[in-house]
């Protein structure tokens, strides 16, 4: 598995080559947007762990360059803590995950393993579980064919949720996602965004597709399970 990392920052993408590096995994290392490009067209990278803000070519560019380019490598972003917007813009660009600095090691390593077991994305844009469908490119949701209006929030709540089918996201996973650390902690917004996503996308829909998982978190699936 060869991986590239893109960062500028010496000191983060030193922890984060050595790590990966000890994990096992070859790792080229770039600090520049325009250089990472050029990596990322010369060699066959499995994934590509990509900070925002660079120098040469921001990272959303770069992203934007790739998808253009047919290079569908997977993407883990480094994105700043209070940066929503990017996050939305690198999600809709293509971005398959992100995470937010400043992080733990074993999280990175967490997402570069799951981000490597996925299978290639057909299309990107476009996620589903059973009926229910969430376009990326035009930010619409639909169930069963009906539209649904989310605010900015439940859609990227919703994004998260579609992104990890079948898989247990805890209310602290969910917010650092969603919102950043300060509301990492003893805060109810998770499970109030939840009721509010269940509302609109399950209360007239069977079956339902939110879970709780009880002591753990939500996932989301089409499967009946016992929670
Ligand atoms: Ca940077």
């Not at 077991?117 to 469908?133: A, C, F, G, K």
């Not at 079948?166 to 917010?175: H, M, S, Y």
């Not at 079956?207 to 929670?227: C, D, F, K």
Request: charged share 30%; glycine share 6%.
């Amino acid at each position: 598995m060869r991986l590239l990392v893109v960062e500028d920052e010496p000191r983060i993408s030193k922890f984060i080559c050595q790590g990966l590096t000890e994990a096992g995994y070859a790792v080229d290392a770039t600090y520049d947007g325009l250089e990472a490009f050029e990596y990322a067209l010369a060699a066959d990278y499995d994934l590509i762990i990509l900070d925002i803000m660079l120098p040469g070519l921001d990272g959303l560019s770069l992203l934007r360059r790739l998808r253009k380019n047919g290079i569908q490598t997977p993407v883990l972003l480094l994105t700043a803590r209070d940066s929503l917007e990017d996050r939305v813009e690198g999600l809709d660009t293509g971005a398959d995950d992100y995470l937010v600095k400043p992080f733990a090691f074993p999280e990175l390593l967490a997402r570069v393993r799951a981000l490597l077991r996925r299978p290639p994305l057909q299309n990107e844009n476009i996620l589903r579980i059973s009926d229910l469908e969430l376009d990326n490119k035009t930010r619409e949701v639909r169930r069963g064919g009906r539209l649904i209006e989310l605010s900015q929030r439940e859609f990227m709540l919703l994004n998260y949720l579609m992104r990890h089918p079948n898989q247990v996201l805890t209310r602290t996973q969910i917010a650092e996602h969603i919102w950043n650390f300060d509301f990492a902690s003893d805060s109810n917004i998770v499970d109030v965004y939840i009721g509010y996503l269940r509302r609109k996308i399950d209360r007239n829909f069977t079956p339902q597709l939110i879970r709780t998982v009880r002591g753990m978190g939500y996932r989301i699936s089409a499967e009946a399970g016992n929670e």
